[in-house]
């Protein structure tokens, strides 16, 4: 199993459970999350309640709970929105301290596209949800999720050079 951490605090923010695709020339992943239901533990034994005088709501309350996936699985913790200014002065210190721990090779593609790859998510700002690592470090990598249109489970945006992969 492959795991991907946050480059520059470590916390775990993927795994390869979750397949991805690169959007915007290879800066950013696009995973897939999925609502799912914690805690429900629905058992059949048969029994038809109505015909045994109990009501239909009569039951244990089981404190079914719904997460997504991604966000449950890793830990993810939520940031408040950000705006176009803090969202562009985020993307500055990135860059800045993101840049010195990638290779020459890796520098040179971020340097490149990560511009084109910001106005890709400027324009989606409004929509989107910003979560960081279980860590919650200042110079955390932030993880996006928004809604694609008609959609019912979250999209996740990844900075794909800010991960580091490691097998377990």
């Known amino acids: 199993m492959l795991v991907y951490q946050d480059l520059l605090t470590g916390d775990e923010l993927l795994s390869d459970s979750f397949p991805y695709k690169e959007i915007e020339n290879g800066i950013l992943w696009e995973v897939e999350g999925k609502w799912v239901t914690q805690g429900a533990v629905d058992v059949d034994i048969g029994a038809n309640p109505s015909a045994e005088g109990a009501e239909d709501d009569e039951g244990v309350d089981d404190q079914a709970v719904k997460v997504v996936d991604i966000v449950d699985t890793f830990r993810l913790q939520e940031q408040p929105p950000f705006d176009k200014k803090q969202f562009v002065a985020y993307i500055k210190k990135f860059i800045k301290v993101l ?70």
């Not at 998510?121 to 200042?138: C, I, N, R, T, W």
């Open 99 to 168: 840049t010195p721990k990638l290779d020459e090779e890796n520098q040179t593609k971020f340097k490149k596209n990560i511009e084109g790859a910001t106005k890709y998510l400027l324009s989606k700002l409004s929509d989107l949800q910003f979560f960081v690592g279980e860590s919650m470090h200042d110079d955390s990598t932030l993880v996006l999720a928004y809604y694609k249109e008609g959609a019912t489970d979250p999209t996740f945006l990844y900075f794909a050079h800010s991960l580091k992969e490691v097998k377990c």
